[in-house]
């Protein structure tokens, strides 16, 4: 059924969305089934959210007493929202208390909700605090690649509602799981100082460059009627306008919507999209992507701020009814980038959390 929308979506909207993700799915290569229990499952978050599930008990079963507590919290707990991407004491455990064996089952749980190439960015923005720390000498705030925390909130189970997040520098990422199944992978922050390695055995290394390049060739595509739409007044922002806020809002959405572009213009914004989106493991981005259509492509705005070459402080959003991208290079000579992905509705899974409780009353199950 699915992929019959999508051929008719692909017919209406030309070289878009629908199109280029019914292409991107048959050339992913498919995750091998769950378990026995769940490899007759049919619905894909199902067997998205028994793999967290998995992954985290795993994980929580290697930790001693001591660490588990620090490891687990409430899913009522407010701390679930408590995310940011700066440097700072977080509660949490963090990599550096934990033994070898411990970090390999961490890192598995990372990797249960990411695509390949987020799982490749998160950790080697992790690896840049070491980068960081040799630049910078002892100045400015600590770094360390073992300060980051995992956290899983309620009881990882099959039929369970329950969270977990990975945070640390330029690295926050947040999940939520419903009666058993992946419902939201937001807030999901990806940072990286510097945007460019500029010297060292590392050098020429671009964490996000990809989503740096892509964005600049979009806004070069428009000519000067068009980019009067996509620019944004003034400078560019200092920081991503949402920053780390509970609920992301923007009002008054700006820049020039898809409706209005070219195909060619189309096929990069739908491809700079699904490259944000595809951080996440398939299940998750194509349910995003799936909402992204349902709501409407037409509708989907994209904004630049700041200037258009390299070196120069720049910013952009993607801005749609249901989801928000921000990126921005402003700080440290334009080598300092900032990306998040917001779902509007259903950031910590509130959309899919409130039809549940609807669902099934407080007294009732999760």
Not at 71 to 100: Q, V
Not at 153 to 180: A, C, M, Q, Y
Request: proline share 5%; glycine share 10%; hydrophobic share 35%.
């Amino acid at each position: 059924m699915w992929r019959g929308r999508l051929a008719i979506l692909a017919c209406v909207v030309g070289i878009g969305l629908a199109g280029y993700l019914a292409r991107a799915r048959d050339d992913t290569p498919q995750r091998p089934a769950a378990s026995a229990s769940t490899s007759a499952s049919t619905d894909p978050l199902a067997v998205a959210g028994d793999e967290m599930a998995r992954a985290a008990n795993n994980f929580l079963l290697a930790l001693n007493t001591d660490q588990q507590k620090k490891a687990t919290f409430e899913f009522k707990n407010e701390e679930r929202f408590n995310w940011h991407f700066i440097p700072r004491e977080r509660k949490g455990l963090p990599l550096k208390e934990m033994a070898p064996e411990q970090r390999a089952l961490a890192h598995a749980l990372l990797s249960s909700g990411l695509g390949q190439k987020g799982y490749v960015e998160a950790v080697t923005i992790i690896s840049l605090e070491r980068i960081l720390k040799d630049m910078e000498q002892g100045r400015g705030p600590v770094r360390d690649p073992e300060n980051y925390a995992f956290s899983v909130f309620g009881k990882p189970g099959p039929k369970d509602t329950w969270g977990w997040r990975v945070e640390g520098h330029h690295v926050s990422l947040n999940f939520t799981v419903i009666n058993g199944k992946a419902v939201a992978g937001t807030p999901a922050f990806l940072g990286s100082n510097p945007g460019e390695v500029r010297e060292g055995p590392r050098k020429g290394l671009r964490v996000l460059g990809a989503e740096e390049d892509m964005g600049r060739q979009l806004v070069k595509m428009f000519d000067d009627g068009k980019k009067k739409d996509v620019m944004l007044p003034g400078d560019a922002p200092k920081e991503i306008v949402t920053g780390n806020s509970r609920k992301a809002m923007i009002d008054n959405p700006a820049g020039l919507a898809y409706a209005d572009m070219n195909d060619g213009q189309r096929q990069v914004l739908t491809s700079l999209i699904d490259l944000y989106a595809h951080r996440l493991r398939t299940e998750l981005a194509e349910d995003d992507l799936k909402r992204v259509i349902d709501a409407g492509i037409d509708k989907v705005r994209f904004a630049w701020a700041g200037g258009t070459e390299p070196g120069q402080p720049h910013y952009y959003r993607i801005h749609g009814p249901t989801f928000l991208v921000e990126y921005d290079n402003t700080q440290n000579n334009a080598n300092h980038i900032h990306t998040v992905w917001r779902d509007l509705t259903n950031d910590f899974g509130d959309d899919a959390l409130r039809r549940h409780y609807e669902e099934v009353p407080h007294g009732q199950g999760q």
